[in-house]
């Protein structure tokens, strides 16, 4: 482990299929390890000085986009939009969301906006017994626009400092959802013209490329404020957020590691870059 | 497009006899550039590639068409034979009524909604009456979830005793199953991470329990270069009968096909390709090579 060797065409070429490895992308995974090779070709490394450097580049690339999730009390809601594709963990993050604004003396009302799906609502309900936050929610099938907006009137009665809403899942292609979720930014905003203050898209570490298209087209669609990257407590090493930082430059608020309330940190790029590079 | 690219590569190349390593390199880099852009596995690229190589290096360069053509067709049939062959394979019910099919994979992935497609696949078509199983007492409202698709089914699903463990309740769902006369049960299981030994266990104790027909293993269609290592221990660990990739009616290239059937070597079966639960369709190799390869 502390033998040195040449940092050489062939150490790089080992490098650079690490990084794609990691879900970094070709053309990310080429430009880093290009900017390596400048700066140390043919010089004598160990295994882990490599990685350390390697590690160092990537937390560089992240740091502009560890931006803290920052909540604006003043605004009685602030309101939190959670999107994204189908499993990717919204439900989920905004129980946790709950649990941290419980800790926090923070009082956060749920509004279970994915109408459509079986056991959608009773799942977030579950969330709500745990955490203590209210859910709102509405009969089967009921417009999620409609209930976002009752929601959002309740809250700003009760004066409740966030009011978290969640999504129904929905592919990015598929315009009509999409439009949905259009519609309900349009009718938060017949009510506040500010609202929702925040738009978060939820995304699945284990999911390659197509994250780019994710990002791509939800914010070409509604304005996404900030990124949440769950399931980092799997194999997956998320190298994809790399890509994201350098393609979009969107804050990553916070990751997902684990399936309970206590699972969501803040996102810390020294370590994620260290996770990517092992 | 692959294509256009393998003919640029060519384009230089006219009638010289045979495909040289050389005139094959370039071509090999786009296609590698091409798969790996598609979500391939970095390691199942490499063997890919290897094999593309072996057939085109030498290939008598054929007067009706280009040379990248010829890569094409190589590349396309390598393709073809690595997703598993023309036909489609179908689910194993060949057992001993109630013949139980386990649901297993990554948090997320559509086991739950699948089982539910599957219900209603077994019932429509080929008239057998099914009981849906959760076994999932840790996602939040979980069981109820499959419950209310069972009931859009229009099939039995096993009635929810709290507190039972997932080993008990696989028990419980087969001894309803013989005792009720079902000829198939699906058993949905937790969302689990496949380096997470002490669920990986759990899911290995229940496979011995039923003796499952079929265990697939339920993909996401947009997973990235982990589903390598995912693949590789639920396979270890259980013996991955058959694979379904869900959300193909997103628009990831879907290279996670190629990636799991290259390290399991079990057939794609199904493909999801919506949410409501008559949105399963039998695997078409043609259409997800088309679609990898893009
Ligand atoms: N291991 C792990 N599992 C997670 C994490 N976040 C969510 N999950 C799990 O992922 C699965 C899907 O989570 P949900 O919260 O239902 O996802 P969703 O985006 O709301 O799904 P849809 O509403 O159906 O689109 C559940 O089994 C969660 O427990 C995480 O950070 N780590
Ligand atoms: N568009 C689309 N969505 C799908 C498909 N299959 C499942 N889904 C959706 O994906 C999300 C997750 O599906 P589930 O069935 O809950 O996934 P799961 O694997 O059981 O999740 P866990 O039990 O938490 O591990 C839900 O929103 C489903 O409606 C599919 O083929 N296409
Ligand atoms: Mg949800
Ligand atoms: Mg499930």
């Known amino acids: 482990v502390f033998v040195k060797r040449k940092l050489d065409d062939e150490a790089l070429a080992d490098l650079e299929d690490l990084l794609v490895a990691a879900d970094l992308g070709t053309t990310v995974a080429a430009r880093v390890v290009e900017e390596f090779r400048s700066s140390r070709f043919g010089k004598e490394v160990t295994d882990d000085e490599v990685k350390q450097a390697l590690a160092a580049e990537l937390a560089k690339i992240l740091e502009p986009v560890a931006q803290p999730f920052v909540l604006d009390r003043s605004l009685k809601p602030h309101v939190v939009l ?33 109408t459509f799906r079986a056991a959608a609502v009773e799942q977030l309900q579950v969330w709500g017994q745990r955490t203590g936050a209210p859910v709102i929610s509405g009969p089967a099938n009921t417009d999620p626009a409609g209930l976002a907006f009752d929601a959002l009137t309740r809250a700003k009665a009760e004066r409740a400092d966030v009011l978290l809403i969640d999504t129904a899942g929905r592919l990015h292609n598929k315009s009509a959802l999409m439009e949905e979720l259009q519609k309900i930014i349009r009718v938060l905003k ?4 500010t609202a929702p203050h925040s738009i978060l898209l939820v995304l699945d570490a284990t999911t390659g490329q197509n994250a780019l298209n994710q990002v791509d087209v939800f914010k070409e669609m509604v304005n996404i404020t900030g990124l949440i ?41 020294a370590e994620y870059a260290r996770g990517l590079v092992g | 497009a692959l294509t256009n690219k ?12 045979a495909l040289s390593e050389i005139d094959v390199a370039e071509a090999l880099r786009e296609v590698r550039l091409a798969l790996l852009d598609a979500d391939v596995a970095l390691p199942v690229v490499k063997d890919f590639i290897a094999k593309v190589k072996e057939r085109s290096v030498g290939a008598e360069v054929l007067d009706s068409v280009s040379p990248g053509q010829q890569v094409v067709k190589i590349v396309h049939d390598v393709m073809i034979e690595a997703l ?3 036909g489609a394979v179908p689910i194993n019910l060949n057992a001993v009524a109630p013949v139980p099919i386990l649901m297993v994979g990554l948090q997320g992935s559509g086991k739950t909604t699948t089982s539910g497609k599957l219900g209603l696949r077994f019932a429509q078509r080929l008239k057998k009456k099914v009981l849906l199983a959760s076994l999932d007492v840790q996602r939040p409202a979980a069981q109820l979830q499959l419950q209310q698709l069972a009931e859009r089914a229009g099939v039995a699903s096993l009635p929810i005793i709290p507190g039972q463990t997932p080993l008990e309740i696989a028990r419980r769902a087969m001894e309803t199953g013989r005792r009720e006369v079902f000829d198939i049960v699906i058993l949905d299981t937790a969302g689990r991470l496949s380096i997470n030994q002490e669920l990986m266990d759990e899911v290995r104790a229940i496979r011995a329990e039923t003796n499952p027909a079929e265990t697939l293993l339920v993909v996401d269609a947009m997973t990235g ?13 259980l013996g991955i009968t058959g694979i379904v990739l869900t959300r193909m009616d997103g628009d990831a290239r879907g290279g996670a096909a190629l990636s799991m059937r290259a390290v399991t070597g ?29």
């Open chain 2, 266 to 294: 079990a057939p794609i079966k199904l493909t999801g390709s919506g949410e409501k639960l008559d949105a399963l369709e039998d695997f078409h190799p043609e259409r997800v090579a088309g679609r990898i390869l893009g």
């Open chain 1, 82 to 114: 959670m999107v994204g594709v189908n499993g990717t963990g919204k439900t989920t993050t905004i129980g946790k969301l709950a649990q941290q604004y419980r800790e926090q003396g923070v009082r956060a009302i749920m509004v279970a906006c994915d």
């Open chain 2, 6 to 17: 393998l003919s640029g590569v060519f384009d230089g190349l006219r009638r010289r006899g």
């Open chain 1, 190 to 193: 017949k009510q506040d013209e």
């Open chain 1, 229 to 269: 990257v769950t399931k980092l407590d799997g194999s997956a090493r998320g190298g994809i957020v790399v890509a994201l930082a350098e393609e979009f430059a969107l804050p990553v608020h916070f990751v997902g590691v684990g399936e309970q309330a206590g699972d969501l940190r803040p996102f810390d790029p």
């Open chain 2, 84 to 86: 598993g062959g023309a």
């Open chain 2, 225 to 237: 270069q982990d589903a390598v290592q995912t693949a590789r221990a639920f396979n270890e660990a």
